[in-house]
């Protein structure tokens, strides 16, 4: 799967890291904080998936879906203040909880002594990765982003967010990079299918967040991986 690629684009939440179910943690707080309710976990998690999907066009597509928390909790705040106060609560998590997916680190060491250029490609925002890059102690304990990434895109590089294949093309473009080059590491469907659109071939990491959609990810990936460890053998061969 390996063979004949040069260039190896990975995203972050859900891929790289185990974010996802923080995010729903966080998201969780929030709701509790605004409107004292107590959300179960899976509607946080679809609730946000389809407002970013839906609008993945707009400037900043987090700050629209903390207007749908507004409307759908009669938050006596603003859109604004909602993110701000997102932001607050997610600190402890980005910081000190949120680690890498098991052997991820080792990943990126191996393929980055077989010479490949690392970048990694995510919707997430500039700020939490700037949080992850200089402050995450289990991030910089294990493979500093900075260290082992030639190029770090973030939300605010694109004007559209993933399934839109944007920072993909970007990705290429600043590498020079032809599709067959490249492969990409992704674990939700969005992020397969703008893999596809830009033409490269993917690897799925499994995360249980994306379970409804397992089908669907094994149908449209070139590779599915349950976890990163069996990606080792591979690399080593090269």
Known sequence: ML????????????????????W?????????????????ETTVQNDRDTQLKKFNAQPN????????IKDKYSAQISAEEIIKLRYEIAQDFLQNIIDYKPQADLVIKKLKAKNF????????KRTNMDIYRTLNKNINA???????????YTREDVSKIKPDPEVYQKAMQK????????????DSLIGIEAAKKAGIETIAIYDKYSDADTEAI???????????TELLSSIDEL
């Open 175 to 186: 590498f020079n990079a032809k599709p067959e080059e490249c492969i990409i590491f992704e």
């Open 218 to 228: 094994k149908a449209q990936a070139d590779f599915y991986l349950h976890n990163y």
């Open 142 to 152: 294990k493979a500093p982003l900075d260290e082992y990434f030639d190029l770090i």
């Open 117 to 124: 250029t690392l970048a990694i490609t995510t919707t997430t």
């Open 3 to 22: 063979k004949n690629k040069k260039f190896a684009f990975f995203d972050m939440d859900g891929t790289l890291i185990d974010s996802v179910g923080i």
């Open 24 to 40: 729903n943690q966080i998201d969780q707080k929030l709701i509790e904080k605004l409107a004292n309710k107590t959300i179960d």
């Open 61 to 68: 597509p987090y700050l629209c879906y903390c207007q749908y």
